[in-house]
């Protein structure tokens, strides 16, 4: 199983960045997925989760900034990330849970987690 997350960079403050998390060697569409973030010095995060049949959450401080998506035909995951603000700064994973034991995902019940790739927004 491997989830290729890419898309991370530097951007100013009020710019966009488009994360995506290829899935290979699982049946996607059986998964929910979820963007995790962690920041220096902070623990791992939910930002936001799609389950199969794409309801989505998103956690209080990226609401109405983020939109998570997925491609079931492309196996891959998307987080489109606007309006994107300093403390928006960490390393983003994504990762992948068979049965979504809890609602939100919770990081301890994901199964599979990509490398992270991280997000840097200046002021």
């Known amino acids: 199983v491997q989830l290729q997350a890419s898309g991370g960079g530097s951007e100013q403050a009020g710019g966009s960045l488009r994360l995506s998390c290829a899935v290979s060697?699982?049946?996607?569409?059986?998964?929910?997925m979820g963007w995790f973030r962690q920041a220096t010095g902070k623990e791992r995060e939910i930002v936001a989760c799609?389950?199969?049949?794409?309801?989505?959450y998103y956690t209080d401080s990226v609401k109405g900034r983020f939109t998570i998506s997925r491609d079931n035909a492309k196996n891959t995951v998307y987080l489109q990330m606007n309006s994107l603000k300093p403390e928006d700064t960490a390393v983003y994973y994504c990762?992948?849970?068979?049965?979504?034991?809890?609602?939100?995902?919770?990081?301890?019940?994901?199964?599979?987690w990509g490398k992270g790739t991280l997000v840097t927004v200046s002021s």
């Open positions: 799609i389950n199969r049949g794409g309801s989505t």
């Open positions: 060697g699982l049946t996607f569409s059986r998964y929910s």
């Open positions: 990762a992948a849970d068979d049965y979504a034991h809890t609602w939100p995902l919770s990081a301890s019940d994901m199964d599979y």
